[in-house]
């Protein structure tokens, strides 16, 4: 799972050394277009080339690394172009998931949206971005799992990998994106646990689409247009 919290690889297995490097890829400690061999990740982390090689095949399929034959492999790029095809695709099908969210008679599940925004409040009071962006992934995954739409969550989930690397950018680099996230979310988690599908789905959109268009300026300054 995404962010999972891995102190030590304990067996060389190709899942956990993607869930591994595939953090260090959002958090920004693997920088953009920072070249990757195999050998180094092996060092790294302690294991054989073997299961490092299947590691990066699976990132390279969720596009957080690319490959070029014969010059290597390399830490996909982030642009404004790439940030804005993102993004666009994420409106339409992160709105139509919080309106099946929200048509979902799992009460029980529902509430966990307060818990999770008394969080989102915690972190936003003590300016801890990370701690933010991880609560948050958090009531993505539990609005997809809400959803039940396997093929939806199957579309976002290739998606939402790459789009969480400009989504922790954003909250580390602009406290005004968490603070327009939060008071959004708030509005959008109630929707949800209130069954109002067609709110939810359009404040989604309108989450996106404004945290879209006030990150396109910083995304362009810090990693070019692409």
């Given at each position: ?225 692409g």
């Open positions: 799972m995404i962010l999972a919290r891995i102190q030590k690889l304990s067996a060389a297995i190709p899942e956990n050394l993607a869930e591994m490097l595939e953090e260090e890829i959002i958090f920004g400690r693997l920088k953009s277009l920072e070249r990757l061999t195999e050998e180094m990740v092996a060092e790294r982390y302690g294991v054989s080339r073997s299961p490092v090689r299947e590691a990066l095949r699976l990132l390279e399929r969720d596009g957080l690394v690319m490959r070029e034959a014969r010059r290597g492999i390399w830490v996909s790029p982030m642009s404004q172009r790439d940030f804005d095809e993102v993004y666009m695709c994420r409106i339409e099908l992160e709105g139509l998931v919080a309106k099946q969210a929200a048509e979902s008679a799992d009460i029980a599940k529902k509430a966990e949206f307060k818990i999770l925004l008394s969080e989102l409040k915690e972190a936003q009071s003590r300016n801890d971005a990370r701690q933010f962006f991880i609560v948050d992934v958090r009531g993505s995954f539990l609005t997809y799992s809400l959803a039940g739409n396997r093929t939806l969550t199957r579309l976002l989930g290739g998606l939402e990998k790459q789009a969480l690397r400009y989504r922790y950018h954003a909250y580390e680099q602009d406290p005004k994106i968490i603070q327009l996230s939060l008071d959004d979310t708030a509005r959008i988690y109630d929707a949800i646990t209130a069954g109002d599908g067609e709110n939810a789905k359009a404040m989604t959109e309108n989450l996106i689409r404004e945290i879209w268009q006030s990150m396109r300026a910083g995304i362009r300054d810090a990693f070019g247009e």
